[in-house]
């Protein structure tokens, strides 16, 4: 791709006032798959300057600049401390540490990735987005947003919260995209389950959650219904890695293995 | 544009271009052991260290690495050399074309990784693709490599 | 033997890590031209018109070259003896692109940004012609993928390309339809692999240079530098004597660099331009533009009496060469040749089939070359007939498979691209290997499987394969040894490293025989004017015939040393007591370095030069057993290879480590094609999988363990007991894993790769199918 300029931003001001006044300009994140996208940029610019590469434990909530690589994301303990590293265990399986010290969980996010190992565990946690200027909204929100925002993502947030966490990546082999990834979160109140490379994104259950939060045993019937309720309302589609059928094979199977792990002490 | 970088400890001046990339400008400049083996940020014969960490030279666009350490295996060399005689004693060096890049990651994981498991060596060297070996003489070198270094 | 079947390291692995250049991109000349491809977007289409105006005024382009610029002469790509089995169907640049990828015109330009620029102003206007995209439709389809005058075949081998036929070929032994009907136990099935990509890790590079001779010095990454020679020099017109061809080292070839890629266009550019140009394929170009393996249809017949023994096979192929026809005879041949031997006691055995033309990616020589798909094949149906004999495979196999002092009428009918030649199994360890394979993977615990909990089953299966060691009466490799004052001496062989290690390991072999050690032999390879002849890395060829050769040198240079020592201390050649290092006859001695010295400087001057040639009377195979464990999910059919366990008799080792290190490499490319790899292709002809991401190789996290050992084995006629150990690797992991996934779960898979959602699919067939009966 042409670029024409590389700028590195010194406040976000400045960045914001750079990207809105030219639709050919454009920010960067990790930048790590930049060179596989065709269209020409003005300026690119750069957001290293700004001290958004670090993650804060901010006492109820964990701050993570999005300019965090995805490296740094995985092996922070306080990453880690969510639902026993269910988390980190999903980073750890995006390619190798050479393409995880360049890419940015910031960019991960902004990109909505529908088979990223990175939102899917993390959209079963309560994440919010911070934008500049000044603009909030909870991961599951930006996921479901179509139109172009022409917001910097800066932060990304996530309420501490104690629990047990499962993932599982459905793969031949260690570095291609997932066929199909289930995470599933157990604060001991209640399970919330997604469901992400469909192909489609990741995406809460929530009828199933819903009908799963209400029961008081979980017995195989109750998997039963819970999956089904995922099936019914979920759509799930085919590609070069499986078949629509096999996606919804494998999304019951992993659905229930996760509850079952995350009920388990 | 012009950029500074301190390649293998020797402060450098590069003109490049905006939409350049480091693996290019290395190479460019001689840093033969930097290769390109694919073009969609997959193999990692590419990697070099970036202030020590381990990274894809070919997405890491120059102007980005302004100011950064960067070191390539001619920086390295005496480790290197070391690291070779344990794949060297394991057959685990065929056509060599991953050989540079793997040994920068392996140099990089020395430092990172304190009695790591089998498990976290291979997490950490997954993505320095190799189509020669068949990847168990290379594991059995790195860590007699890192038992060696303890 | 004190060098050779020893663990010593490569004679090059550290100066590579180290990162000196050594590859051929990195001494191309930093003047040189960037040379770039304009590539067909169509499966199949005629150039109407095509205007480069716009490209030449560019400027910094230098040159732009179409069909209109260049002689019309067709030539084959492959890198095989002359004359080649593979029809001549290739121009360098032709009216008609025949594959999405295919070369329609080329730039030089001072720079890569001008060449790419240059490409985009390169006016065609294609007829888009409906393509051939179904190799089982091919023949006599309506539409011809190659209807053009001046192709030709070399000699008979069934060309037939007005019905989209590159090769035919058929063989019977005894007759098999009369012996299928005295047989009381039948199973037919049929069998299809998929194209796999070598997705070696350097992409192809070639650069030329006119050097102060005025000659075409080309570097190239090719396994194969005289045939490259040969082949620029009668397809460009250019005198043989004019052209250099330099191997540097190679980032991996695996049979993907057994051909031309690059180089008519780099040489076309310095010849007309007098300047230094150079080509280096993006990883986009080597999936879409080099070759892919051969994928084929192989229905397999086998017809057996109760009591275990095998009578019949019958195997027909049907094989896909995409666009050109390079080693299409050959490698369809050797599924046959190289497979059927192993059940060498039937009664009948007939093999034959078609190669036909398609508008794919053309398909090309890969490691294995037609053994792995035909061993996935007849190890697959093997275990399908002992299911129905309710025999055990591992028993079956022992009573039918060839055993040492055997021999197969195989291997007199059927060589490579032409008759093949009779030879007894000197050396084959298989009984041994399948033995020794049992007990290494615990078989007997684990066969057929053990249900672990987590529902999980952990099953093993196994496969037995042969290969061969070079192309006996065609495959010849030279060696000249040179000796140094100072007693060491130069090493050169026309034989291509390509990073299997020949270097290393034939500098073993002459160190042996000169009784020296591997850092006093010198070696340099590979460079058609310093270097004598050698055909290249291919057809395990390298340690039995270019080794030979090297053995030949080395005991000839012995022998030139005793004589001239015997010369100065006044004694017979044969009183002469030689250790490698000092000469002694009666009172007297002289050293080595003494007597190099001597020679070189001092008395009766001369340079002791010898050159041993070598061309095999036969094709001595490296057999194996290769058995494979698996985890299994019984819900989801995903699984986890746990341990692939190769006991392999190759003869004398020659260098222990490598050798390993051939196997082990087979073994995970051979898994690869087993269950993770494949080239996938879109509607219009278009690769689908022509990147990293989406064509996925094996890796480290994929092999969990790998238990490799060799049989004790002695091949006399091989260098100090050798046979070839190149390709043998990669042929039974298809075979192993589908046979392991049978004994866990009762499916069978019969196309490759072994997937999860088809053994799944599988499970989900049979659930069906006992439920219904």
């Given at each position: 791709?042409?670029?024409?300029?590389?700028?590195?931003?010194?406040?976000?001001?400045?960045?914001?006032?750079?990207?809105?006044?030219?639709?050919?300009n454009?920010?960067?994140?990790?930048?790590?798959?930049?060179?596989?996208?065709?269209?020409?940029v003005?300026?690119?610019?750069?957001?290293?300057?700004?001290?958004?590469?670090?993650?804060?434990?901010?006492?109820?909530?964990?701050?993570?600049?999005?300019?965090?690589?995805?490296?740094?994301?995985?092996?922070?303990?306080?990453?880690?401390?969510?639902?026993?590293?269910?988390?980190?265990?999903?980073?750890s399986?995006?390619?190798?540490?050479?393409?995880?010290?360049?890419?940015?969980v910031?960019?991960?996010?902004?990109?909505?990735?529908?088979?990223?190992?990175?939102?899917?565990p993390?959209?079963?946690?309560?994440?919010?987005?911070?934008?500049?200027?000044?603009?909030?909204?909870?991961?599951?929100?930006?996921?479901?947003?179509?139109?172009?925002?022409?917001?910097?993502?800066?932060?990304?947030?996530?309420?501490?919260?104690?629990?047990?966490?499962?993932?599982?990546?459905?793969?031949?082999?260690?570095?291609?995209?997932?066929?199909l990834?289930?995470?599933?979160?157990?604060?001991?109140?209640e399970?919330?389950?997604?469901?992400?490379?469909?192909?489609?994104?990741?995406?809460?259950?929530?009828?199933?959650?819903?009908?799963?939060?209400?029961?008081?045993?979980?017995?195989?019937?109750?998997?039963?219904?819970?999956?089904?309720?995922?099936?019914?309302?979920?759509?799930?589609?085919?590609?070069?890695?499986?078949?629509?059928?096999?996606?919804?094979?494998?999304?019951?199977?992993?659905?229930?293995?996760?509850?079952?792990?995350?009920?388990?002490? | 544009?012009k950029?500074?970088?301190?390649?293998?400890?020797?402060?450098?001046?590069?003109?490049?271009?905006?939409?350049?990339?480091?693996?290019?400008?290395?190479r460019?400049?001689?840093?033969?052991?930097?290769k390109?083996?694919?073009?969609?940020s997959?193999?990692?014969?590419?990697?070099?260290?970036?202030?020590?960490?381990?990274?894809?030279?070919?997405?890491?666009?120059?102007?980005?690495?302004?100011?950064?350490?960067?070191?390539?295996?001619?920086?390295?060399?005496?480790?290197?050399?070391?690291?070779?005689?344990?794949?060297?004693?394991?057959?685990?060096?065929?056509?060599?074309?991953?050989n540079?890049?793997?040994?920068?990651?392996?140099?990089?994981?020395?430092?990172?990784?304190?009695?790591?498991?089998?498990e976290?060596?291979?997490?950490?060297?997954?993505?320095?693709?190799?189509?020669?070996?068949?990847?168990?003489?290379?594991?059995?070198?790195?860590?007699?490599?890192?038992?060696?270094?303890? | 033997?004190?060098?050779?079947?020893?663990?010593?390291?490569?004679?090059?692995g550290?100066?590579?890590?180290?990162?000196?250049?050594?590859?051929?991109?990195?001494?191309?000349?930093?003047?040189?031209?960037?040379?770039?491809?304009?590539?067909?977007?169509?499966?199949?289409?005629?150039?109407?018109?095509?205007?480069?105006?716009?490209?030449?005024?560019?400027?910094?382009?230098?040159?732009?070259?179409?069909?209109?610029?260049?002689?019309?002469?067709?030539?084959?790509?492959?890198?095989?003896?002359?004359?080649?089995?593979?029809?001549?169907?290739?121009?360098?640049?032709?009216?008609?692109?025949?594959?999405?990828?295919?070369?329609?015109?080329?730039?030089?330009?001072?720079?890569?940004?001008?060449?790419?620029?240059?490409?985009?102003?390169?006016?065609?206007?294609?007829?888009?012609?409906e393509?051939?995209?179904?190799?089982?439709?091919?023949?006599?389809?309506?539409?011809?993928?190659?209807?053009?005058?001046?192709?030709?075949?070399?000699?008979?081998?069934?060309?037939?390309?007005?019905?989209?036929?590159?090769?035919?070929?058929?063989?019977e032994?005894?007759?098999?339809?009369?012996?299928?009907?005295?047989?009381?136990?039948?199973i037919?099935?049929?069998f299809?692999?998929?194209?796999?990509?070598?997705?070696?890790?350097?992409?192809?590079?070639?650069?030329?240079?006119?050097?102060?001779?005025?000659?075409?010095?080309?570097y190239s990454?090719?396994?194969?530098?005289?045939?490259?020679?040969?082949?620029?020099?009668?397809?460009?017109?250019?005198?043989?004597?004019?052209?250099?061809?330099?191997?540097?080292?190679?980032?991996?070839?695996?049979?993907?660099?057994?051909?031309?890629?690059?180089?008519?266009?780099?040489?076309?550019?310095?010849?007309?331009?007098?300047?230094?140009?150079?080509?280096?394929?993006?990883?986009?170009?080597?999936?879409?533009?080099?070759?892919?393996?051969?994928?084929?249809?192989?229905?397999?017949?086998?017809?057996?009496?109760?009591?275990g023994?095998?009578?019949?096979?019958?195997?027909?192929?049907?094989?896909?060469?995409?666009?050109?026809?390079?080693?299409?005879?050959?490698?369809?041949?050797?599924?046959?040749?190289?497979?059927?031997?192993?059940?060498?006691?039937?009664?009948?055995?007939?093999?034959n089939?078609?190669?036909?033309y398609?508008?794919?990616?053309?398909?090309?020589?890969?490691?294995?070359?037609?053994?792995?798909?035909?061993?996935?094949?007849?190890?697959?149906?093997?275990?399908?007939?002992?299911?129905?004999?309710?025999?055990?495979?591992?028993?079956?196999?022992?009573?039918?498979?060839?055993v040492?002092?055997?021999?197969?009428?195989?291997?007199?009918?059927?060589?490579?691209?032409?008759?093949?030649?009779?030879?007894?199994?000197?050396?084959?360890?298989?009984?041994?290997?399948?033995?020794?394979?049992?007990?290494?993977?615990?078989?007997?615990?684990?066969?057929?499987?053990?249900?672990?909990?987590?529902?999980?089953?952990?099953?093993?299966?196994?496969?037995?394969?042969?290969?061969?060691?070079?192309?006996?009466?065609?495959?010849?490799?030279?060696?000249?040894?040179?000796?140094?004052?100072?007693?060491?001496?130069?090493?050169?062989?026309?034989?291509?490293?390509?990073?299997?290690?020949?270097?290393?390991?034939?500098?073993?072999?002459?160190?042996?025989?000169?009784?020296?050690?591997?850092?006093?032999?010198?070696?340099?390879?590979?460079?058609?004017?310093?270097?004598?002849?050698?055909?290249?890395?291919?057809?395990?060829?390298?340690?039995?015939?270019?080794?030979?050769?090297?053995?030949?040198?080395?005991?000839?240079?012995?022998?030139?040393?005793?004589?001239?020592?015997?010369?100065?201390?006044?004694?017979?050649?044969?009183?002469?007591?030689?250790?490698?290092?000092?000469?002694?006859?009666?009172?007297?001695?002289?050293?080595?370095?003494?007597?190099?010295?001597?020679?070189?400087?001092?008395?009766?001057?001369k340079?002791?030069t010898?050159?041993?040639?070598?061309?095999?009377?036969?094709?001595?195979p490296?057999?194996?057993?290769?058995?494979?464990?698996?985890?299994i999910?019984?819900?989801?059919?995903?699984?986890?290879?746990?341990?692939?366990?190769?006991?392999?008799?190759?003869?004398?080792?020659?260098?222990?480590?490598?050798?390993?290190?051939?196997?082990?490499?087979?073994?995970?490319?051979?898994?690869?094609?087993?269950?993770?790899?494949?080239?996938?292709?879109?509607?219009?002809?278009n690769?689908?999988?022509?990147?990293?991401?989406?064509?996925?190789?094996?890796?480290?996290?994929?092999?969990?363990?790998?238990?490799?050992?060799?049989?004790?084995?002695?091949?006399?006629?091989?260098?100090?007991?050798?046979?070839?150990?190149?390709?043998?690797?990669?042929?039974?992991?298809?075979?192993?894993?589908?046979?392991?996934v049978?004994?866990?779960?009762?499916v069978?898979?019969?196309?490759?790769?072994?997937?999860?959602e088809?053994i799944?699919?599988?499970?989900?067939?049979?659930?069906?199918?006992?439920?219904?009966?």
């Open positions: 791709m042409d670029i024409k300029h590389f700028h590195r931003a010194e406040s976000l001001e400045e960045a914001y006032q750079l990207l809105t006044e030219n639709p050919k454009i920010i960067i994140g990790g930048g790590i798959w930049l060179k596989m996208s065709k269209p020409s003005d300026t690119l610019i750069d957001l290293s300057e700004l001290n958004l590469d670090q993650v804060i434990d901010r006492g109820d909530f964990i701050e993570i600049g999005a300019m965090v690589t995805l490296r740094d994301y995985e092996i922070h303990e306080s990453i880690r401390a969510f639902g026993d590293g269910f988390l980190s265990q999903g980073i399986k995006i390619y190798g540490v050479g393409f995880r010290n360049v890419a940015t910031g960019g991960t996010v902004a990109g909505r990735y529908p088979f990223s190992d990175l939102i899917t993390l959209l079963s946690l309560k994440a919010k987005l911070i934008f500049y200027p000044k603009l909030e909204m909870t991961l599951e929100e930006y996921l479901n947003t179509k139109t172009k925002m022409n917001h910097i993502l800066t932060h990304i947030i996530i309420e501490k919260e104690k629990g047990k966490g499962y993932f599982y990546k459905v793969a031949r082999t260690s570095t291609e995209f997932a066929t990834n289930v995470a599933v979160f157990n604060n001991f109140n399970i919330r389950i997604v469901v992400g490379s469909r192909p489609a994104g990741p995406v809460l259950l929530h009828e199933a959650m819903e009908y799963l939060n209400k029961q008081k045993e979980v017995t195989d019937e109750v998997l039963d219904k819970t999956v089904q309720l995922m099936l019914d309302n979920t759509k799930f589609g085919s590609n070069y890695q499986a078949s629509i059928q096999y996606r919804q094979q494998l999304a019951q199977t992993y659905v229930k293995r996760g509850i079952k792990e995350v009920l388990t002490k | 544009m950029i500074t970088l301190k390649l293998n400890g020797h402060p450098r001046l590069f003109e490049i271009t905006p939409n350049e990339y480091l693996l290019d400008t290395l460019k400049n001689n840093m033969t052991s930097v390109n083996g694919c073009d969609a997959s193999c990692g014969a590419c990697s070099v260290l970036i202030d020590g960490k381990p990274m894809l030279s070919c997405s890491v666009l120059s102007a980005r690495a302004d100011g950064c350490e960067v070191t390539t295996v001619e920086g390295i060399q005496k480790e290197v050399d070391h690291i070779s005689d344990f794949f060297g004693d394991e057959g685990a060096d065929q056509c060599g074309f991953c540079s890049g793997l040994a920068l990651t392996i140099y990089a994981l020395q430092k990172d990784l304190k009695n790591p498991t089998d976290e060596i291979k997490n950490y060297v997954v993505g320095n693709l190799c189509r020669c070996s068949g990847y168990q003489a290379q594991f059995i070198a790195i860590k007699r490599y890192l038992e060696d270094q303890k | 033997m004190k060098i050779v079947k020893t663990k010593i390291p490569s004679i090059d550290k100066g590579i890590m180290m990162g000196r250049p050594a590859y051929t991109d990195d001494l191309s000349d930093p003047n040189s031209l960037i040379v770039k491809l304009l590539r067909s977007p169509y499966a199949f289409a005629k150039i109407v018109s095509i205007d480069t105006s716009k490209a030449e005024n560019l400027e910094g382009v230098e040159l732009v070259l179409t069909y209109k610029d260049v002689p019309k002469k067709s030539f084959t790509r492959a890198g095989q003896g002359y004359p080649e089995p593979s029809p001549h169907d290739k121009f360098v640049f032709d009216e008609y692109a025949r594959y999405v990828g295919d070369e329609v015109a080329c730039v030089a330009a001072v720079s890569e940004v001008i060449a790419e620029k240059a490409l985009s102003l390169i006016e065609v206007k294609y007829e888009q012609l393509a051939v995209l179904d190799f089982e439709t091919a023949i006599d389809s309506p539409i011809i993928v190659h209807p053009e005058d001046g192709i030709l075949e070399m000699f008979p081998i069934g060309f037939e390309p007005k019905r989209n036929i590159a090769a035919v070929y058929g063989m032994v005894g007759k098999v339809e009369k012996t299928l009907k005295e047989c009381e136990v039948i037919k099935e049929s299809y692999t998929q194209a796999q990509a070598h997705a070696m890790m350097e992409p192809h590079t070639v650069n030329a240079r006119l050097d102060i001779h005025n000659r075409l010095v080309l990454s090719t396994q194969t530098p005289f045939h490259v020679r040969r082949i620029v020099s009668q397809t460009l017109d250019v005198p043989l004597s004019r052209i250099r061809v330099i191997k540097p080292r190679v980032g991996g070839g695996f049979g993907g660099k057994q051909a031309l890629h690059g180089e008519m266009f780099v040489s076309l550019v310095t010849l007309r331009t007098g300047k230094p140009s150079k080509i280096v394929y993006s990883r986009k170009e080597v999936f879409e533009s080099t070759f892919t393996r051969h994928p084929m249809r192989v229905d397999m017949t086998l017809g057996a009496m109760k009591d023994t095998l009578k019949a096979i019958d195997c027909h192929v049907l094989s896909d060469t995409g666009a050109y026809g390079e080693h299409a005879l050959t490698v369809f041949m050797v599924t046959g040749a190289k497979v059927l031997p192993l059940y060498n006691k039937v009664d009948a055995v007939r093999f089939g078609e190669v036909v398609t508008n794919h990616v053309s398909a090309g020589a890969f490691r294995g070359y037609g053994a792995i798909q035909g061993n996935f094949a007849l190890e697959s149906a093997i275990d399908i007939l002992c299911t129905k004999l309710d025999m055990d495979p591992i028993e079956f196999r022992q009573k039918n498979m060839i040492e002092g055997e021999t197969s009428p195989i291997f007199e009918i059927m060589g490579e691209g032409t008759a093949g030649t009779a030879m007894i199994m000197e050396s084959c360890k298989l009984d041994y290997c399948v033995k020794r394979g049992i007990e290494l993977i615990d078989w007997k615990k684990k066969y057929p499987r053990v249900d672990l909990k987590n529902h999980k089953i952990k099953a093993v299966g196994m496969a037995i394969a042969m290969q061969g060691s070079g192309i006996p009466y065609i495959d010849m490799g030279a060696a000249t040894i040179k000796l140094n004052d100072d007693g060491f001496y130069n090493l050169m062989v026309g034989a291509t490293d390509i990073g299997q290690g020949s270097d290393t390991i034939l500098a073993q072999i002459a160190a042996e025989a000169l009784m020296t050690t591997v850092d006093k032999v010198i070696v340099y390879s590979s460079d058609s004017d310093l270097t004598p002849f050698d055909t290249g890395a291919y057809a395990s060829s390298t340690t039995y015939v270019s080794g030979n050769a090297v053995l030949k040198a080395a005991t000839q240079m012995k022998e030139m040393i005793i004589i001239e020592a015997a010369k100065v201390l006044k004694v017979e050649p044969k009183d002469v007591d030689y250790d490698g290092v000092v000469l002694k006859a009666k009172d007297q001695q002289i050293t080595l370095s003494d007597l190099s010295n001597r020679l070189t400087y001092n008395e009766d001057q340079q002791l010898t050159t041993g040639s070598y061309v095999g009377h036969k094709s001595p490296p057999f194996m057993a290769g058995l494979i464990e698996i985890d999910d019984k819900e989801t059919g995903e699984f986890d290879i746990i341990d692939y366990v190769s006991v392999v008799d190759c003869g004398t080792p020659i260098n222990l480590k490598l050798a390993q290190g051939q196997v082990e490499g087979g073994i995970v490319q051979g898994l690869g094609m087993a269950a993770f790899e494949e080239v996938r292709y879109g509607k219009k002809g690769m689908l999988s022509n990147s990293f991401l989406y064509y996925k190789i094996p890796t480290t996290k994929q092999i969990h363990k790998l238990t490799t050992e060799f049989a004790e084995s002695y091949e006399t006629s091989g260098p100090f007991g050798a046979k070839s150990v190149g390709e043998i690797g990669i042929d039974t992991p298809p075979a192993a894993l589908a046979n392991a049978y004994n866990a779960l009762g069978r898979i019969t196309s490759l790769p072994i997937t999860s088809k799944y699919n599988a499970m989900q067939e049979k659930k069906q199918k006992e439920s219904n009966s």
